[in-house]
């Protein structure tokens, strides 16, 4: 089977919907870069029809650009889907895709992920930052809960440090079978939790030590107090998927809420804010 291989200019912060929107139409292989997104589908279902929903899309997202197509062998695609997700430490973390046999050193935490597709791999900058932040967080013996747990990176990686239990969830319906099977290739299956939908699927009297939200401004807005309400008095919120030219209104939001900003860290355009929720 062939393979084409598209190349789209693209925001980062408009990835993610764009990939979903393209796996409605059986794209399933993508890689995601800054301002550049690359997607693959098998060649028989890159029709007049999918090529007419993508220009349309390409008009609703700002800036948003097609670049290039190219036919790809289906040996080519595999060889060179392993040689982009490679290895890599990650704080106390080394993170590596399934297919490799590299080692991590003595004193790493081993964390292994199928990808499925390239996003919640570690490579994206808000997946660095929210595992460098769990380095320095205490996260043992305690309840986490994920929002937009992707391929479950951040909720297996928290029970890998300690915790005893955690919760994702996820509307992107490959995140529930992708987050499951990566839970149970790291060990760790009895202890995460990996739920289809959005914050409905979190029970009123959940409550949680850590709360951790990498998904994106518009999301984040709207479902932090769904996070602040959901998390104990004294406990860790992380939130990022966040633009540094963010940062002024996430802070306006944050005033209302009974939360103290602990820390701020940041990698190239990029942003997570660490919280504390305090007594209202």
Not at 165 to 177: M, T, Y
Request: with cysteine.
């Amino acid at each position: 089977m062939n393979y084409i291989k598209l190349v789209f200019k693209l925001k980062d912060r408009y990835q993610e919907p764009f990939i979903a929107e393209l796996m409605e139409m059986d794209f399933y292989g993508f890689e995601q870069f800054d301002n550049r997104l690359i997607a693959y589908v098998e060649k028989p279902r890159y029709n007049d029809s999918n090529r007419e929903m993508i220009e349309q899309m390409i008009g609703i997202y700002p800036d948003a650009e097609f670049v290039e197509t190219e036919d790809l062998e289906e040996q080519n695609w595999n060889q060179e889907w392993e040689k982009s997700i490679q290895p890599q430490v990650i704080g106390q973390f080394f993170v590596r895709p399934t297919w490799s046999t590299v080692t991590p050193s003595k004193g790493q935490i081993l964390v292994e992920i199928d990808p499925k597709m390239a996003f919640g791999t570690g490579y994206h900058a808000t997946t660095r930052l929210m595992l460098n932040q769990l380095s320095s967080i205490d996260v043992s013996g305690k309840k986490v809960l994920d929002a937009g747990t992707g391929t479950g990176i951040l909720a297996i990686a928290t029970v890998k440090l300690g915790a005893k239990k955690a919760v994702g969830f996820d509307v992107d319906s490959w995140s529930e079978v992708n987050a499951t099977e990566n839970a149970l290739i790291n060990n760790v299956g009895d202890q995460v939790d990996i739920r289809f939908g959005s914050v409905e699927q979190v029970k009123d009297t959940e409550i949680f030590d850590v709360t951790l939200a990498n998904i994106n401004r518009n999301v984040i807005l709207e479902i932090i107090p769904f996070l602040v309400k959901h998390t104990n008095i004294g406990g860790d919120i992380c939130l990022t998927g966040l633009l540094n030219t963010d940062e002024d209104i996430i802070r306006e939001v944050l005033k209302i809420h009974p939360v103290d900003i602990v820390e701020q860290t940041r990698e190239d355009e990029w942003i997570l804010f660490h919280l504390k929720k305090i007594q209202a």
